[in-house]
């Protein structure tokens, strides 16, 4: 079977959505950058935020894979990066449409997870990783209003 963009993943690896989901976030914190670039590579073909896996899903392990998504800012490397925000933005070329992709399908989730961040860093505020995170993605959000 062929995997296409349109396809379920899901009917391929299992119907366990939660397993997959904490499978693709646990090979994106892997010390490997090619394990890091090829899942993220796999999140953009088959795991789409506004695909049929991730709307299947419960909350918590959308939360988890946005977690380790996001987390991979940290790691300075633009292609990770580019690959991450297209995930974020979608695939579309045009800013609108990515600003409208975002809005949509991404803001919510990743908004929440960031809340989630930061009531971890309240508890446990030597968890300087975290912080990074949010402070990243939150500059790089500012940057999409100008």
């Not at 693709?24 to 049929?52: H, I, M």
């Not at 600003?99 to 860093?121: F, Q, R």
């Amino acid at each position: 079977m062929i995997l296409t963009r349109e396809a379920d993943i899901a009917a391929i690896i299992g119907g366990d959505v939660g397993l997959m989901i904490r499978a693709f976030a646990a090979t994106l914190e892997d010390d490997n950058l090619l394990v890091r670039r090829s899942t993220l590579d796999l999140l953009l073909q088959s795991l789409r935020l506004d695909g049929p896996v991730l709307q299947k899903a419960q909350e918590e392990d959308r939360m988890i894979l946005m977690g380790s998504a996001t987390g991979v800012v940290l790691r300075r490397d633009s292609a990770l990066n580019r690959r991450l925000y297209t995930w974020l933005l979608g695939t579309d070329e045009n800013s609108d449409a990515q600003i409208a992709y975002l809005k949509e399908h991404s803001l919510g989730l990743l908004c929440t997870t960031l809340k989630v961040c930061v009531e971890c860093l309240v508890k446990r505020p030597t968890d300087h990783g975290l912080f990074r995170t949010n402070l990243t993605l939150q500059s790089w959000y500012q940057t999409l209003d100008h």
